[in-house]
């Protein structure tokens, strides 16, 4: 997926001085869900974890924006459970199918 960008201008600042640019990956509105969010933003990492590489998840964002809600969800309905518990049947699944291709350790 491309990336997009933002650039803020301020408005007080001397007109010479560069507008501050920002990229993202993906911006999510008000009526998305929890799985839409994984499956975009948490699910490839998890993938790349599980091929060895190391990975981040990592929420930042003004309080009251949802961040604990995105990471965490609610326990049921199972569709508002958050990336946590996706990424941990998300893994599992993987163990269980893998077979005897791989080994896993898991730690907590």
Wanted: charged share 20%.
């Amino acid at each position: 997926s491309s990336r997009g960008e933002l650039a803020l201008v301020n408005p007080k600042a001397d007109s010479r001085e560069a507008p501050k640019m920002f990229t993202f990956d993906h911006t999510y509105g008000p009526g998305c869900t929890q799985r839409e969010i994984y499956d975009l933003t948490a699910s490839p990492i998890v993938d790349s974890v599980l091929e060895g590489f190391n990975g981040t998840i990592f929420a930042y964002g003004q309080t009251g924006a949802g961040k604990s809600f995105t990471m965490e969800g609610a326990q049921d309905p199972p569709e508002l459970q958050g990336i946590i518990p996706n990424s941990f049947k998300h893994i599992f699944e993987e163990i269980a199918v893998g077979g005897d291709k791989r080994q896993f350790l898991i730690r907590a």
